[in-house]
């Protein structure tokens, strides 16, 4: 996907289509959300399948191995598809593997509070139909949508039971410590010492959740603003690395290369001519 975001539906057309001819598992390098008004998904994630009917909320994180199946049931079948890359929503993007890593699926009620959620996938659409896109206005309805979501996922979570695992706890712990200082020159040490344990026990934990090192979502999360700075202000490559806890302009631009597969300033001049097309 070479657009920062894209919307679309799924009807009972596409989904008979899909069914016909399902994807093998395999992971994809942008987000998706799925919202479902009507229908059912067959969905394997984290090696188990799931059979979800509307309404419902899925969401894929980036790099996640999956397959969703869309299926028409009672003869409907009606899906908001939404994509973006991570930079996207930088602040958020981590948010969201720390809430979804453990549940992909919601099932949900139908009624206003789930119909919110359709209204704005319907602004979102209608904002891409305009002849110049605004995607201020879809990022802030996209962040709506999720704070929404999280709203509703949070009425699910049972009262009397452990809402996540130790691990689970910690994970979401050391995302929020990176949220605040992911800017700084820090290392496993550093965020080891605020969650008081080890930097191999640190490591071990996101290894299990997100199958990364420490280091290397200390690296994403860098990488992450540093596409979102390059597509968003006009800020040289030399600040953008200054700003992000790099010393030298050369290092950063080696590490961005080796993440992203091109320069900072090829990346740049690519996402302007791809920003909307």
């Not at 057309?13 to 479902?36: T, V, Y």
Request: glycine content about 4%; aromatic content about 10%.
């Amino acid at each position: 996907m070479n657009k920062l975001f894209h919307i679309f539906k799924v009807d009972e057309e596409e989904a008979k289509k899909i069914s016909s001819q399902p994807d093998e598992p395999h992971n994809h390098e942008f987000e998706e959300l799925l919202i479902g008004i009507d229908g059912e998904l067959e969905h394997f994630i984290d090696f188990n399948t799931t059979k979800i009917q509307s309404p419902f909320v899925s969401f894929v994180t980036k790099g996640k191995v999956h397959r969703v199946v869309p299926k028409v049931y009672n003869g409907k079948c009606d899906i908001w598809a939404i994509r973006f890359k991570s930079e996207f929503i930088p602040e958020t993007t981590f948010q969201l593997y720390s809430f979804y890593h453990t549940q992909a699926n919601l099932e949900l009620e139908k009624g206003h509070c789930f119909q919110r959620l359709v209204t704005l996938c319907e602004m979102m659409y209608a904002e891409t139909q305009q002849d110049t896109t605004d995607l201020s206005i879809i990022r802030q309805l996209l962040g709506v949508l999720f704070t929404m979501i999280e709203a509703e996922r949070k009425k699910l979570e049972p009262q009397d039971e452990p809402i996540q695992k130790t691990q689970h706890i910690s994970f979401g712990n050391f995302l929020t410590i990176l949220e605040e200082n992911y800017r700084r020159p820090l290392g496993v040490e550093f965020y080891a010492e605020k969650l008081f344990m080890s930097s191999r026990n640190l490591n071990i934990i996101c290894q299990n959740i997100l199958a990364q090192s420490v280091s290397e979502i200390i690296e994403t999360r860098k990488l992450i603003e540093a596409k979102n700075l390059l597509i968003s202000t006009e800020k040289t490559i030399s600040e953008i690395a200054y700003e992000l806890g790099y010393n030298e302009n050369s290092y950063f631009s080696n590490v961005f290369k080796k993440k992203a597969g091109q320069s900072p300033g090829k990346f740049r001049e690519e996402m302007k001519n791809r920003l909307i097309s």
